[in-house]
């Protein structure tokens, strides 16, 4: 397209925008656009993958098949849609509480460390100057609020959409949760390798209500997170090798992120505010 010039430096006689003409009066020029090669934008809409999933049993074999639903950002948006509710996830997550003092919040300095000539030593006026130690400090943190906005319906979008990109290691096991009579943690570490999975790989266990017992069975093993939907985060999901389920998750997921989904609920607010996502930082 033709380059738009400010008025200061338009001339009308040098300008290309016009063309003297044979009687000496000035016509404007014929504007010719380009022919844009660059094809139609294609109109960005909500799609849904429905991918296949095994159920195992408690002893590793398989029982049966399920299917997870979930709508998907467009790939012309999904990395941007995504990284930018993770992105406001773990900035939400910051408290803002680090502080530092300036020179004029440091305590003493009150008087001239020594006179101004007659010492030998570069000039000084005060002991809380920035350029010693035990000064303030310049431009250093002050509290503030770093929490950002993301609409609801974004954040739900970037959630069933890492979902989707998971879906190939994601597993299906039948509610296991009275199958630990004592909480032990060899005992989960074993059925762990019955399943398939590897306690040294990361990995993310989507249940509705975890047992007592599962649950400390559990907490040593530091590569592995037991979510609920209550705390389902973005990071997590990310962060997985391995995604496991129950049915009544799988249940969840399709009726909350599914093409059939229904409107928002009260309930996403609990969702957003995943306990298991990291701690917060106080920077």
């Known amino acids: ?9 338009l001339s009308f006689l040098s300008s290309s925008l016009f063309a003297a003409s044979s009687r000496g009066t000035l016509k ?25 999933l095994p159920i195992l049993d408690f002893s590793g074999e398989k029982v049966g098949e399920t299917y997870i639903d979930l709508r998907t950002a467009p790939p012309e948006t999904a990395r941007a849609v995504v990284h930018r509710a993770l992105i406001t996830d773990r900035q939400n ?5 680090a502080s530092t003092l300036t020179r004029g919040e440091v305590r003493g300095g009150g008087r001239k460390p020594y006179p101004q000539k007659k010492t030998g030593r570069a000039r000084r006026g005060s002991q809380t100057t920035p350029l010693r130690p035990g000064g303030g400090v310049i431009f250093g943190p002050k509290p503030r609020d770093w929490s950002i906005k993301i609409n ?3 954040k739900r979008l970037a959630i069933s959409t890492a979902l989707s990109s998971a879906a190939g290691s994601m597993m ?13 943690t060899r005992d989960f570490t074993e059925a762990m390798r019955r399943w398939g999975l590897d306690p040294k790989e990361k990995s993310m266990f989507l249940m509705m209500e975890v047992a007592n017992n599962v ?13 609920t939907p209550r ?34 609920s009260e309930e996403d607010g609990d969702e957003e505010e995943g306990e298991e996502g990291g701690e917060s930082d106080e920077n």
């Not at 299906?172 to 032990?184: N, S, W």
């Open 93 to 97: 997550k910051r408290r803002g509480t």
């Open 1 to 9: 397209m033709a380059a738009f010039t400010s008025l200061a430096s």
């Open 172 to 184: 299906v096991l039948e509610d296991f949760g009275d199958k630990f009579a004592t909480p032990k």
């Open 28 to 52: 404007p020029a014929a504007l010719s656009r380009p022919s844009s090669s660059r094809p139609a934008p294609k109109p960005l809409s909500v799609a849904a993958e429905v991918t296949t």
């Open 231 to 264: 705390t389902l985060n973005l990071f997590d999901i990310l962060n997985a090798d391995k995604l496991v389920l129950t049915p009544e998750a799988v249940n969840f997921l399709n009726a909350r992120y599914g093409v059939n989904a229904e409107g928002d």
């Open 152 to 154: 609801r319906k974004e």
């Open 215 to 227: 649950q400390l069975s559990s907490r040593n093993i530091g590569t592995l997170k037991m979510l």
